[in-house]
């Protein structure tokens, strides 16, 4: 079973960036496709981005695409999400995802995931 560790967020103003890691317990992180999702106070967890196993395919929420980027380092177990140009609608706690996988499909569904990370804040101030 992996176990996953969000690190990376905090509070930053509108137009500002951040970088969202996740350490990973499993050795062999290559074994698994990586997602992030996030969730504001009062909605449902949404979408953010996902990679593939082996990082050649990822995809977006619609509305990330061009200022988020995902990527991974499998040698050191670690995903990340690059944040540029964030704003106050980005606000939420945002986690990481393992899925299991043979292939190199890149899942984009909550239900698709087996293992969560315990989440990271991210807040944009206008």
């Known amino acids: 079973q992996v176990q996953l560790a969000e690190s990376g967020g905090g509070l930053v103003q509108t137009g500002g960036s951040l970088r969202l890691s996740c350490a990973a317990s499993e050795r062999t992180l290559s074994r698994y496709a990586m997602g992030w999702f996030r969730q504001a106070p009062g909605k449902e967890r949404e979408f953010v981005a996902a990679i593939s196993r082996s990082g050649r395919s990822t995809k977006y929420a619609d509305s990330v695409k061009g200022r988020f980027t995902i990527s991974r380092d499998n040698a050191k177990n670690t995903v990340y999400l690059q944040m540029n140009s964030l704003k106050p609608e980005d606000t939420a706690v945002y986690y990481c995802?393992?899925?299991?996988?043979?292939?190199?499909?890149?899942?984009?569904?909550?239900?698709?995931?087996?293992?969560w990370g315990q989440g990271t804040q991210v807040t944009v101030s206008s």
């Open positions: 995802a393992a899925d299991s996988l043979y292939s190199d499909y890149v899942p984009a569904r909550t239900y698709e995931y087996d293992y």
